[in-house]
Nanobody, 119 residues
């Protein structure tokens, strides 16, 4: 059974920091990219940051300079350090893993973790 378990969401004041972590298990194959997406109320899900197994990153313009993504390939974990948070960062954050398996390329999602930035 594939699981992506996210931890680290919560309520923080503007300018504060949070660290999200995600651990993937049960994936039979190689995980190519891991990352984070978010969805705010009434909006579409959008990319926040991704990282490949080789360490190449892609970070949304809205997150550049504030968010850092890292990954531990041996443990199949990915983390998102979020600094200088803004109210516009409020959303449900989803962990994502893109893998190559015996069934071809598969996309896996976590259940989501709420991040609320408010004073």
């Amino acid at each position: 059974q594939v699981q992506l378990v996210e931890t680290g969401g919560g309520l923080v004041q503007p300018g504060g920091s949070l660290r999200l972590s995600c651990a993937a298990s049960g994936i039979i194959g190689s995980i190519n990219a891991m990352g984070w997406y978010r969805q705010a109320p009434g909006k579409q899900r959008e990319l926040v940051a991704t990282i490949t197994s080789g360490g190449n990153t892609n970070i949304a313009d809205s997150a550049k300079g504030r968010f850092t993504i890292s990954r531990d390939n041996a443990k199949n974990t990915v983390s998102l350090q979020m600094n200088n948070l803004k109210p516009s960062d409020t959303a449900v954050y989803y962990c994502h893993a893109a893998a190559t398996t015996g069934w071809g390329r598969q996309n896996y999602w976590g259940q989501g973790t709420q991040v609320t930035v408010s004073s």
